[in-house]
């Protein structure tokens, strides 16, 4: 199958369950909002890693928000065991500190966590909690005012690691696909990019004991020489693309879009992750979603 004469290959990505949670920072600017958004979901790309995964996942207009103000919604993913703790540190630490904003739970859902009732002890016995805007929050007085946020956010599970490859005859023509691939998937609702762009994607395991993950050697350009079984012995750099998502449909439609506008001149090929079913307990088949 070739989409743009870009070959697509007959393989699948491997992906697995996370937990997460979607949540709304809203602001007096856009600006605020955003550099709020991108605070919170800072060191976020990978749990290999890192305690969290996390994104921006859009832009909403004051007329899509509870208190008609500019705001970012995130997603933050980690184990159902660890998501509160995320949300507590990451909320009090890169939220609360910034001017203006204002915090709500953005997810449907039974299962909750109260992150922002735990949050308000920073008030030392100052804060309240208030009905605004329809929702149960926590007033906590701060020296700009006061800081508002929801008192507890619903979690759900969704999907984790939806990826795609981009094999390209060079680092520009990789870099440009995408880029193009990311704007794209951009527009599709319910999903990040945690990356969004991975230069370096991983092999489960390692030669080294201490290692979870390390390099996948088999599609490092520099080994194809030397790498007996190199798949990329025509190519000079690859991209992968990560996906995390509220749903396998909406990982998948990401996953198309993405794949399409990636399918551009100097682009040989698009392929996907997996490792033989020891990661997770989805397959998704690139030419089932195109």
């Known amino acids: 199958m070739k989409v743009n004469n870009v070959e697509i290959e007959d393989t699948f990505c491997e992906a697995f369950s996370g937990y997460f949670a979607r949540v709304l920072i809203t602001a007096e600017t856009k600006r605020i909002a955003y550099e709020a958004a991108r605070e919170v979901t800072g060191y976020a790309t990978s749990i290999i890693g890192c305690s969290a995964e996390a994104g921006i996942e859009k832009y909403l207009s004051p007329a899509e928000t509870p208190d008609k103000r500019a705001g970012y919604v995130i997603q933050i993913w980690t184990s159902k065991k660890k998501i509160e703790h995320e949300l507590i540190f990451r909320l009090s630490q890169c939220v609360l500190t910034m001017p203006s904003t204002r915090v709500f739970n953005y997810l449907e859902g039974d299962e909750k966590v109260k992150a922002g009732y735990k949050i308000k002890y920073f008030g030392d016995g100052y804060e309240k909690e208030v009905e605004s805007y329809g929702r149960k929050m926590v007033s906590i007085p701060i020296m700009f005012g006061e800081f508002l946020i929801e008192q507890e956010f619903s979690i759900a ?37 945690p990356f969004p762009i991975c230069a370096s994607g991983s092999k489960v395991g390692s030669k080294y004991k201490f290692l979870k993950a390390s390099t996948n050697e088999i599609y490092c350009p520099t080994l194809s020489s030397s790498v007996e079984n190199s798949k990329v012995k025509d190519v000079k750099a690859v991209l992968e693309i990560v996906i995390n998502g509220i749903s396998e ?9 993405g794949i399409e506008a990636a399918c551009i001149d100097g682009v040989k090929r698009i392929s996907a992750a997996n490792y033989g079913g020891k990661l997770g307990q989805y397959k998704i088949y690139l030419r089932d979603i195109i």
Do not use: C, H, P, Y
């Open 157 to 193: 599970k969704g999907i984790m690691g939806g990826n795609f490859l981009i094999m390209a005859e060079n680092q520009a023509s990789a870099l440009i696909a995408a880029e193009r691939a990311v704007d794209a998937i951009g527009e599709i609702d319910g999903v990040i990019t």
């Open 249 to 257: 449909e909406a990982v998948k439609e990401a996953m198309r879009a």
